[in-house]
């Protein structure tokens, strides 16, 4: 019924940028908060950055003044924009969306399939 598709990830060197995308489609009836999370090899996923459907932003201490999230609530379609890259970023990013669909009264969570990001130093 709904899908999160991610794109954007690959191999970059350290000081570098890249630009997340996550799509959100299917019955989708309304999206309240969306957010980036990763998950490094051997660690807990980690929250990284979310964004209301209002726009308010939060960031983990270590990504703030490098990382910036925005949305695009026509397209269903939330960002993440990663400049001044560093190693200990490298990870599989995760797309998060808490949505409503046409077929149930509350909302819930639902998650990208990944996407890697490789720093390299």
């Known amino acids: 019924q709904v899908q999160l598709v991610e794109s954007g990830g690959g191999l970059v060197q350290a000081g570098g940028s890249l630009r997340l995308s996550c799509a959100a489609s299917?019955?989708?009836?309304?999206?309240?908060?969306m957010g980036w999370y990763r998950q490094a090899p051997g660690k807990q996923r980690e929250l990284v950055a979310t964004?209301?459907?209002?726009?308010?932003?939060n960031y983990v201490d270590s990504v703030k003044g490098r990382f910036t999230i925005s949305r695009d609530n026509a397209k269903n379609t939330v960002y993440l924009q990663m400049n001044s890259l560093k190693p200990e970023d490298t990870a599989v990013y995760y797309c998060?969306?808490?949505?409503?669909?046409?077929?149930?009264?509350?909302?819930?969570?639902?998650w990208g399939q990944g996407t890697q990001v490789t720093v390299s130093s």
């Open positions: 299917g019955s989708i009836f309304s999206i309240n908060a």
């Open positions: 998060n969306a808490d949505l409503r669909t046409y077929y149930t009264t509350i909302s819930n969570r639902y």
């Open positions: 964004i209301t459907s209002g726009g308010s932003t």
